[in-house]
């Protein structure tokens, strides 16, 4: 069984900044692709940043320069760094990861519960 947990949403006003974070935890072998994802009502989940084991990493259009995503392998956790919030960054965010377990070695699709991110103007 694996668990993602996130935690660090809340209310900011635009310009603010909020740290997103999320850990994995249970029965992991290895973890490759972290990443976060965010999703408004009536609208799809889109990727925000993504980073590879390797520490490769991805943005959005929307938050390249504004976001940092970060990861520490000892604590499979995973970290967005959210500066000069925009309302229209409002969303709820989820952690996403791509984890081998130890019964089943092949990396499976997690997610976490979803936590709120709210940027008032």
């Known amino acids: 069984q694996v668990q993602l947990v996130e935690s660090g949403g809340g209310l900011v006003q635009a310009g603010g900044s909020l740290r997103l974070s999320c850990a994995a935890s249970?029965?992991?072998?290895?973890?490759?692709?972290m990443g976060w994802y965010r999703q408004t009502p009536g609208n799809q989940r889109d990727l925000v940043a993504l980073i590879t084991g390797g520490g490769g990493t991805y943005y959005a259009d929307s938050v390249k320069g504004r976001f940092a995503i970060s990861r520490d392998n000892a604590k499979n956790t995973v970290s967005l760094q959210m500066n000069t919030l925009k309302p229209e960054d409002t969303a709820v965010y989820y952690c996403?990861?791509?984890?081998?377990?130890?019964?089943?070695?092949?990396?499976?699709?997690?997610w976490g519960q979803g936590t709120p991110v709210t940027v008032s103007s």
């Open positions: 996403n990861a791509q984890i081998a377990t130890m019964t089943s070695r092949r990396p499976n699709d997690y």
């Open positions: 249970g029965s992991i072998f290895s973890i490759s692709t």
